[in-house]
């Protein structure tokens, strides 16, 4: 069955290069974001494991908690960290979970319920699982994105969007394409003019649909 936003997430055990545990008591209560490559040893997955390496201060300041997935074993998860500090110059000092048996790459929809991995594998076995999920403190998917193989994710957008997805919890916001902090942000439709009036101040109505303001302090 597909996950959908707003599902709230498997709560699998799961086993990583730092132990195993169950992902509803990893997360907490926290965000999470959950990122899946095809295999260890790759090129383009050993740059993005770099890159949110480089993040980790940018997570933690926004309480959110990272974890990788990827369908090779724990071994190869440590021996493939040393890669990953050597071309990024951070620590990765996120999990990894070893998804050998493809458990979470199905139940998070990323592969078939019938897929396996065959003798002598490539990461074209295994290429949907190149996935982005942002989870909430409720357990609930608030946003996934998809990659090819040849395409590296940018984790400047994810932590954008990240932001966006708080702000809009914290706040009862929208936020317009492009957004980032510190830029006006959209009043829900479901609010009044006068209870937007009232929670955010002055707004600026651009369409009769389209109402912009600046979030408060």
């Given at each position: 069955?597909a996950?959908?936003?707003?599902?709230?997430?498997?709560?699998?055990?799961?086993?990583?290069?730092?132990?195993?545990?169950?992902?509803?008591?990893?997360i907490?209560?926290?965000?999470?974001i959950?990122?899946?490559?095809?295999?260890?040893?790759?090129?383009?997955?050993?740059?993005?494991?770099?890159?949110?390496?480089?993040?980790?201060?940018?997570w933690?300041?926004?309480?959110?908690?990272?974890l990788?997935?990827?369908?090779?074993?724990?071994?190869d998860?440590?021996?493939?960290?040393?890669?990953?500090?050597?071309?990024?110059?951070?620590?990765?000092?996120?999990?990894?979970?070893?998804?050998?048996?493809?458990?979470?790459?199905?139940?998070?929809?990323?592969?078939?319920?019938?897929?396996?991995?065959?003798?002598?594998?490539?990461?074209?076995?295994?290429?949907?699982?190149?996935?982005?999920?942002?989870?909430?403190?409720?357990?609930?998917?608030?946003?996934?994105?998809?990659?090819?193989?040849?395409?590296?994710?940018?984790f400047?957008?994810?932590?954008r969007?990240?932001?966006?997805?708080?702000?809009?919890?914290?706040?009862?916001?929208?936020?317009?394409?492009?957004?980032?902090?510190?830029d006006?942000?959209?009043?829900p439709?479901?609010?009044?003019?006068?209870?937007?009036?009232?929670?955010?101040?002055?707004?600026?109505?651009?369409?009769?649909?389209?109402?912009?303001?600046?979030?408060?302090?």
């Amino acid at each position: 069955m597909a996950l959908r936003i707003n599902d709230t997430i498997p709560d699998l055990t799961v086993d990583t290069d730092t132990g195993s545990f169950g992902l509803h008591e990893w997360i907490g209560d926290n965000w999470a974001i959950i990122f899946s490559h095809p295999k260890d040893f790759t090129p383009v997955c050993t740059t993005e494991f770099g890159a949110v390496a480089q993040l980790a201060e940018e997570w933690d300041t926004r309480g959110c908690k990272v974890l990788g997935v990827s369908v090779d074993g724990v071994e190869d998860h440590k021996k493939w960290k040393g890669d990953i500090e050597g071309i990024s110059g951070a620590k990765a000092g996120f999990p990894i979970v070893a998804d050998a048996g493809l458990e979470m790459s199905k139940a998070f929809d990323m592969l078939p319920a019938e897929a396996y991995l065959p003798d002598g594998r490539t990461p074209a076995d295994s290429a949907t699982v190149r996935s982005v999920f942002i989870i909430g403190p409720d357990k609930k998917l608030k946003l996934s994105m998809t990659y090819p193989m040849n395409v590296g994710r940018n984790f400047a957008e994810v932590l954008r969007a990240l932001d966006g997805l708080q702000t809009a919890a914290r706040e009862n916001v929208a936020t317009p394409a492009n957004w980032t902090v510190g830029d006006d942000v959209v009043i829900p439709s479901a609010v009044s003019d006068e209870d937007a009036k009232a929670k955010y101040g002055a707004f600026e109505t651009k369409l009769p649909y389209l109402r912009m303001t600046k979030l408060p302090g």
